[in-house]
């Protein structure tokens, strides 16, 4: 890269002997310093990629939450329910947000690397001077990027939306929660392409493992409401945390507990486990395993 800085070794030294330069062993690296021109230009790639069909990859997803939002509100919301003291499409409204927001960072996350090898262009990645934490960095901020951008979408319909109040009480917990929810599912999209080797593998990840997670996170109800079994089960659930918490940042109230300090706790757990995905994610970059091989 033209703008990147180089090591004196890099740019060839002259030899006193021959007068010839050298030049550093193939295989060592040149750029010493973090390149910042090639992770922009990575992130800038991706975003650009989604954001050329917006309407597929913003606006559809937030259409498909309005009709849940409908759906589940003439459903379960007639007769004035109140679900933690506040009218049923209000407690829904931001859990459907967080879960349009995780569902579309694991789609962009999960696209390009499978994409890539299915049409033989995976070199593309695999050839510029990015190294992996780089490479990573740029892919996660690409996702992160768009559920952002179908958060606010959403976020924007449902402030039109009668009978909703989206009135923020914490909004550390919005953006603390609504940031973790979106990297964890891009960790986890990342990790998925990589292991994918046909699109229906990647398919078969979302249809039972993502779609059932965040369909039964306690998005559309309160886990006070389940049997004790069945609400062990859904506290080991990392979906649960981000989608209540989430509401938390937005209501004041969350089923995570009773205290404000239950919540925190929640958080932390949050930020340990993408930094344990983060660590995978790395590992098997460098690695090269189904990349390189």
Known sequence: MANQP???EA???PDAMSGLRKFPPQGEAIIHQVNWLGLKTLYMKEVRRFFKVQTQTIWAPAITTLLQLMIFTLALGQGGRMVLGVPFATFVAPGLIVMGMMQNAFQNASFSFLSGKM???IIDFLMPPLSEGELMAAMIAGAVTRAV???????????????????????WAVIWFGL??????????LLSSIWAEKFDHNAALTSFIVTPLTMLSGTFY????LAPVF???SRANPFFYVISGFRYGFLGQSDIGHTNMAVLHGAL???VLNAVLATITYLVLRSGWKLKS
């Open 149 to 171: 951008l179908v958060g606010c979408a959403v976020a924007l319909a449902m402030f039109f939306w009668p009978g909703i109040s989206l009135h923020v009480e914490h909004p």
């Open 119 to 121: 049409q033989g262009t």
């Open 269 to 271: 757990g949050l930020g």
């Open 231 to 233: 609400q062990a089960i």
């Open 222 to 225: 309160v886990i006070s409401n």
């Open 11 to 13: 740019a060839g030294t």
């Open 6 to 8: 180089y090591s004196t």
């Open 180 to 189: 973790m929810g979106a990297v964890f599912l891009s960790f986890f999209g």
